[in-house]
């Protein structure tokens, strides 16, 4: 069965930092573009931040760039994304997700370019 499996979520508080995992398995994904998505209560998911197959060109959303750092560890089949300075506005439920295509270099927006979801995990930062 092919799965990304999302975790490192949690409470803290305004200003500090969690790292969210996202685990391969059932087959490899080194091979996909790969990002981080993101839901909060009442909104759509939205782009958080990606990272492509080919070439390891990144790509963030406003709010997360300058806060947030996305990598990828093909060796084991990991993508983690990091998360600094957490504002309460952060608060959503983060799904990492697989590019539906292989061998691309380009970093979707649009969930619909991604085929692959994990569970998602729960980040909550209080004030």
């Known amino acids: 069965q092919v799965q990304l499996q999302a975790s490192g979520g949690g409470l803290v508080q305004a200003g500090g930092s969690l790292r969210l995992s996202c685990a391969a398995s059932?087959?490899?994904?080194?091979?996909?573009?790969l990002a981080w998505f993101r839901q909060a209560p009442g909104k759509e998911r939205e782009f958080v931040a990606g990272i492509s197959a080919i070439g390891g060109n990144v790509n963030y959303t406003d709010s997360a760039k300058d806060r947030f750092t996305i990598s990828r560890d093909n060796a084991r089949d990991m993508l983690y994304l990091q998360m600094n300075n957490l504002e309460p506005e952060d608060t959503a439920v983060y799904y990492c997700?697989?590019?539906?295509?292989?061998?691309?270099?380009?970093?979707?927006?649009?969930?619909?370019?991604?085929?692959?979801w994990g569970q998602g995990t729960q980040v909550t930062v209080s004030s």
């Open positions: 059932g087959r490899t994904f080194n091979n996909n573009g």
């Open positions: 997700a697989g590019d539906r295509y292989l061998f691309r270099a380009d970093v979707p927006f649009t969930p619909v370019r991604y085929g692959y």
